[in-house]
């Protein structure tokens, strides 16, 4: 089986830095995912990472370590549209993603 | 990313009817359907996933027989709630993937509300 954690809500304020961390056991690995997710709207891509390391894509990085079990999301210059629940995905050795609960970022000004 | 649609994007039913979603991947061939349901301040739980052609595979306490599931073509599958109940209201999402593909891309949802 796999199980995933992530923290449930974190706070930040509009321009800050914020670092949302994933642990993860799973049965083989596949990939690790993050999805950003609007209230009431489906999730959207952000990244993915299968390699040890970490990878930009312009005011979003995520990072992963295999040997830890460890991920994160990194987000700069945080904007008040950066609020939204932030989803960890990681699939496992079946190829089927399975996600973490989310963790809801606040920015406020 | 890729392009995937839903519909009905809401629906409201009676308690007992039957509920056709449609989620089609309009840019790619999705070999592979997942089907999601989130409930309110929840994660996404899989119920199902299909291979274009054949019976979809469902999850633990997921019954096949109330959610029905059809992946006939690349580009098209269906969820159909059946004698749906007021429990069954969720929030059901589609994610088409291709082989080959390291990205999963999902459908805009489908609120189902039961009365």
């Known amino acids: 089986g796999q199980n995933i954690d992530q923290p449930t809500e974190m706070t930040a304020t509009e321009g800050a830095i914020v670092q949302i961390n994933c642990t993860y056991q799973?049965?083989?690995?596949?990939?690790l995912f993050w999805y950003q997710q609007h209230a009431g709207e489906a999730p959207t891509f952000l990244s993915y990472?299968?390699?040890?390391g970490l990878e930009e894509k312009g005011r979003f990085s995520s990072f992963l370590s295999r040997s830890k079990g460890y991920s994160y999301l990194l987000l700069k210059e945080l904007q008040m549209k950066d609020s939204a629940s932030y989803l960890c995905a990681v699939r496992g050795g079946s190829y089927i993603p399975t996600f973490g609960r989310g963790t809801s970022l606040i920015v406020h000004p | 990313g890729a392009v995937v649609s839903q519909h009905p994007s809401w629906v409201i039913c009676k308690s007992g009817t039957s509920v056709k979603i449609e989620c089609r991947s309009l840019?790619?061939?999705?070999?592979?359907m997942f089907w999601y349901r989130q409930f309110p301040k929840q994660s996404l739980m899989l119920m199902a996933t299909?291979?274009?052609?054949?019976?979809?595979?469902?999850e633990q306490g997921v019954e096949k027989d109330k959610f029905l599931i059809n992946h006939a073509s690349l580009t098209l599958s269906t969820l159909t709630v059946t004698s749906a109940h007021p429990e069954d209201s969720s929030f059901y999402i589609c994610s088409p993937a291709a082989s080959g593909k390291n990205e999963q891309f999902f459908g805009p949802g489908t609120r189902l509300t039961v009365l």
């Open positions: 990472n299968v390699l040890d």
């Open positions: 299909s291979n274009e052609g054949s019976k979809a595979t469902y």
């Open positions: 840019d790619f061939q999705a070999t592979t």
């Open positions: 799973t049965s083989g690995f596949n990939g």
